[in-house]
């Protein structure tokens, strides 16, 4: 129901864009997020967006470098991540819920495969 992609190697201080296509009957009126989990760490929160697209949260390290968008006629969500830094080398998942709260909370109730990104140094 969720796919991601998008991942990559990039140099730090570059840009990627992850993208995660979700099922017409997922992606309306859910919310959608997005977390990472580096390699021997906990899966974190890093961004989400209500259904509407109106409400965006992002985490302290996201939070003025990585913007969240979705495209209703795609059926996709997108996370355009810039001035990478090799702290944010991760796999990255998308992930639905019924409200943003329960995204933000890990509590979605479906997750996209992960997609690696690495930054380099």
């Known amino acids: 129901q969720l796919q991601a992609f998008g991942g990559g190697l990039v140099q730090a201080g570059g840009s990627l864009r992850l993208s995660c296509l979700a099922s017409?009957?997922?992606?309306?009126?859910?919310?959608m997020g997005w977390f990472r989990q580096p390699r021997g760490k906990e899966r974190e929160f890093v961004a989400s967006?209500?259904?509407?697209?109106?409400?965006?949260e992002f985490s302290d390290s996201a939070r003025g470098r990585f913007t969240i968008s979705r495209d209703s006629e795609k059926d996709a969500v997108y996370l355009q991540m810039n001035r990478l830094t090799p702290e944010d080398t991760a796999v990255y998942f998308c992930?639905?819920?019924?409200?943003?709260?329960?995204?933000?909370?890990?509590?979605?109730?479906?997750w996209g495969q992960g997609t690696l990104v690495t930054v380099s140094s």
């Open positions: 992930t639905r819920g019924d409200t943003s709260a329960n995204v933000r909370a890990g509590r979605g109730d479906a």
């Open positions: 967006v209500s259904w509407h697209g109106e409400g965006r």
């Open positions: 017409t009957r997922t992606f309306s009126r859910t919310a």
